[in-house]
C-alpha cells in the first residue's frame, strides 16, 4: 500500500479544508481569505519566507514595471492607507519589505510551511480529498487545492552545450543569491536581452570591468522616468484611493491611467501622431500601448509605434552598428512584454560594454571560463543567465498532478493549456488557479487580477459549503468554449506573431499556443460576472 493509500483510509476527515501551494501574493491573500471564511488553511512555500517572485528575483536593478500605488493589494483599506511607497516604481526588496509587512499584519506565516516544495497532487474520488505530498516527505489530504504558484516561477537554463560546466559564478536572476553579488573588477558576461537584463544591464555595467551581452533578440524598451514618490503625490492619491481601484476594473490592464483608447492611429495624421508618441515617451511606462486602438491588431498602425521607438534607440546610442543591432525588427511592439528601463540603451555608448549578436551566430557551447560563439571566445569570470522562465504551465510540468480518471495535467496541457477562466480545469475537482492560463493575469496588473481570482475562489469555495455541493466540476463544454474563445481573442491580434513566452516559443520543445488572455481586464471580468449571475454557468457542484 503506498504512503498515498494508507493516509486515506486511516483518515475520517481530511487534514486541511484547502491548502495553497505558495506564498507570494496570491497565496498570502487567498490564506487571509478563507481563514476569514473559518476554513482550517495550510499553505505550503518552497521559499524560507513570504514574496514569491519579489523574493526570488533579487537581481540587481529588480523592480516592478508597474507603479507602486497600483501595483499593491487594495484588499483592505487600512493597509492601504497605511503602506507608504518610496519610490514611483517599486524595488524588490521594498516590494519584499511590503510583502513581509503584509504577513506581519495579518498574522499568516503561521499558516505557512516554508521551506518545503510539492511533489505530487493526486485526487482520491473516493475520500472526495487531494493528496499532497512534499520533498520533506509528509502526505496531508484537503478539501480544496490552490494553485498560488506563479506565472513565471520556473526559471529556464539555457539549452547550451557547456553551460553546466562554466566554473565561475553562474547566476539565474530568477533565483538571484540572497547575499550582495559584486562585480566589481570582474568580467561579466549576460545571456538575454528580455525585462530581467534590460534591468540588470546598467547596474552591472556600473560596476564590471567589462560586461559582454549576449543578444539574441532585440526587444523594445520604453524610459520607466522613475523616481522619488513624493509624500504629496502620494496622498492625493490616497484620498481618491477607492475611484481609481474601481476605475482600474474597467480598463484593458487593470490601470487606472491607461484608460481604453478610443482613436485608431490612423484617426490622427502624421504630426499629431509623432505628438503623441512624443508625449506617452516623455511621461515613459507602458503609455505608449495605449495611445490607439488597433497597435495591437494592425500591423501598420503597430509600425508606426515600432519606428518611432527604434528612432529613439537610434539616438541613444553614439555606435550606429551597435544601435542597429538594438533595434527590433522580428516582432511587433507591445507582443513581447514592453520592457521598462532606466538608461538601458545609453549603457552601450559605455567603453566596458560589449553587445554580440548571437541570433546569426548562436553561442556554441560554454566552457569553464569563456562563452564560445562561432570563432570567438569570450572570457568571462561571472555569467549572468537572464533567460527567463518556462512560464505559465511550468508549474504543472514541474509538478506531478494528478486529477480525476487519472487525468495527468501535464499530460492533458503538453497540446497547450486548457482552463475554463484560467481558474479551474475539468477533471481537476476542487482544484483552483490563481491568475493561471488562459486568465488576463501577466497581461494586466497582476496584484488586481490576484484579487479578483482570490474572491472568485473564495466564492465558489463558500456555495461548495452548502451541504449536497461539496465537490465542484468544471463542464468540458464550458472549458472548450473559453480555450475557444481565448484562441479566437489572441488570434484577432498580432500577439500570436512574436516568438515569446507568451507563446511557449522560448522552451524547446514546448506547444507554441498563445496562453494569456488578451482580451483585457474589462471584459473578462464583465465575463465572470455573467457565470456567476447565471448560477455559476460551467461549474458543477454536487455531494
Ligand atoms: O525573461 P525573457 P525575463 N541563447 O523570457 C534569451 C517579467 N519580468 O526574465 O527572446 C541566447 O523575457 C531570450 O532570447 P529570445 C516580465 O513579464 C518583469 O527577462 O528567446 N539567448 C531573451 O532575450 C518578463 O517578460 C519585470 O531570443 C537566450 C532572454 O533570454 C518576464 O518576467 C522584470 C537563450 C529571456 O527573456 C520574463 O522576463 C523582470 C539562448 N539559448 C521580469 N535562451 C518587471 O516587473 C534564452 N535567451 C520589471
Not at 497605511?82 to 499584519?105: F, M, N
Request: proline fraction near 4%; glycine fraction near 8%.
Amino acid at each position: 500500500m503506498s504512503p498515498i493509500d494508507k493516509h486515506h483510509t486511516s483518515a475520517q476527515q481530511n487534514d486541511f479544508d484547502a491548502i495553497i501551494i505558495g506564498a507570494g501574493f496570491a497565496g498570502m491573500y487567498m490564506l487571509h481569505k478563507l481563514r476569514g471564511q473559518g476554513l482550517r488553511v495550510r499553505v505550503y512555500e518552497r521559499g524560507d519566507d513570504v514574496g514569491g517572485t519579489w523574493y526570488w528575483n533579487r537581481y540587481p536593478g529588480a523592480r516592478c514595471d508597474l507603479e507602486s500605488m497600483d501595483y499593491s493589494y487594495s484588499f483592505d483599506d487600512d493597509l492601504q492607507q497605511d503602506w507608504d511607497w518610496q519610490e514611483k516604481y517599486g524595488t524588490q526588496p521594498e516590494l519584499l519589505k511590503y510583502a513581509s509587512h503584509v504577513a506581519d499584519r495579518f498574522k499568516l506565516r503561521s499558516d505557512i510551511v516554508f521551506k518545503t516544495k510539492i511533489r505530487s497532487a493526486r485526487y482520491n474520488k473516493e475520500a472526495q480529498a487531494w493528496t499532497i505530498t512534499t520533498d520533506q516527505g509528509d502526505a496531508v489530504s484537503t478539501t480544496h487545492l490552490i494553485l498560488a504558484t506563479g506565472n513565471l516561477s520556473t526559471p529556464q537554463l539555457p539549452k547550451i552545450k557547456g553551460v553546466e560546466s562554466f566554473s565561475g559564478r553562474r547566476l539565474h536572476t530568477g533565483a538571484w543569491p540572497h547575499d550582495p553579488v559584486s562585480f566589481k573588477g570582474r568580467r561579466v558576461g549576460i545571456i538575454g536581452t528580455g525585462s530581467s537584463a534590460i534591468q540588470a544591464i546598467p547596474i552591472i555595467a556600473d560596476q564590471a570591468e567589462h560586461l559582454t551581452v549576449f543578444q539574441r533578440t532585440a526587444n523594445f524598451s520604453i524610459p520607466a522616468r522613475h523616481g522619488p514618490l513624493s509624500k504629496a503625490d502620494s496622498k492625493a492619491y490616497k484620498a481618491r484611493y477607492t475611484e481609481h481601484r474601481a476605475t482600474a476594473k474597467e480598463t484593458p490592464f487593470g490601470i487606472a491611467k491607461y484608460k481604453t483608447p478610443t482613436r485608431s492611429c490612423w484617426d490622427v495624421d502624421d504630426t499629431e501622431r509623432q505628438n503623441i508618441y512624443e508625449k506617452a515617451w516623455a511621461e515613459g511606462g507602458q503609455a505608449l500601448l495605449f495611445a490607439f486602438t488597433d497597435l495591437l491588431t494592425d500591423s501598420k498602425a503597430n509600425e508606426t509605434a515600432a519606428e518611432f521607438v527604434r528612432e529613439r534607440i537610434r539616438k541613444a546610442v553614439n555606435d550606429p552598428a551597435v544601435a542597429e543591432l538594438l533595434c527590433p525588427k522580428d516582432h511587433p511592439i507591445g507582443t513581447k512584454r514592453l520592457c521598462l528601463d532606466s538608461s538601458y540603451y545609453e549603457t552601450y555608448n559605455r567603453g566596458n560594454v560589449s553587445l554580440i549578436d548571437v541570433k546569426n551566430t548562436p553561442i556554441s557551447h560554454i566552457e569553464a571560463d569563456a562563452v564560445v560563439v562561432g570563432h570567438d571566445r569570450y572570457e568571462i569570470d561571472d555569467l549572468v543567465l537572464a533567460t527567463g522562465y518556462d512560464a505559465m504551465t511550468g508549474v504543472a510540468r514541474d509538478m506531478d498532478i494528478v486529477g480525476e480518471g487519472g487525468m495527468d495535467l501535464a499530460r492533458l496541457w503538453a497540446g497547450g493549456p486548457q482552463t475554463y477562466l484560467g481558474l479551474m480545469v475539468a477533471n481537476f475537482p476542487n482544484m483552483y488557479m490563481i491568475t493561471g492560463p488562459q486568465s488576463p493575469g501577466v497581461k494586466s496588473q497582476m496584484i488586481l487580477s490576484i484579487e479578483h481570482h482570490v474572491e472568485l475562489i473564495a466564492a465558489i469555495i463558500k456555495k461548495a459549503q452548502i451541504p449536497g455541493s461539496a465537490t465542484v466540476r468544471v463542464e468540458q463544454d464550458a472549458q472548450d468554449g473559453w480555450v475557444e474563445h481565448n484562441n479566437a481573442v489572441a488570434d484577432s491580434t498580432l500577439y500570436t506573431e512574436a516568438a515569446s513566452w507568451y507563446m511557449g516559443s522560448n522552451i524547446p520543445g514546448k506547444a507554441q499556443v498563445f496562453m494569456p488572455y488578451v482580451g483585457g481586464v474589462k471584459r473578462y471580468r464583465a465575463y465572470c460576472d455573467e457565470v456567476i449571475n447565471d448560477g455559476w454557468r460551467g461549474l458543477k457542484f454536487s455531494a
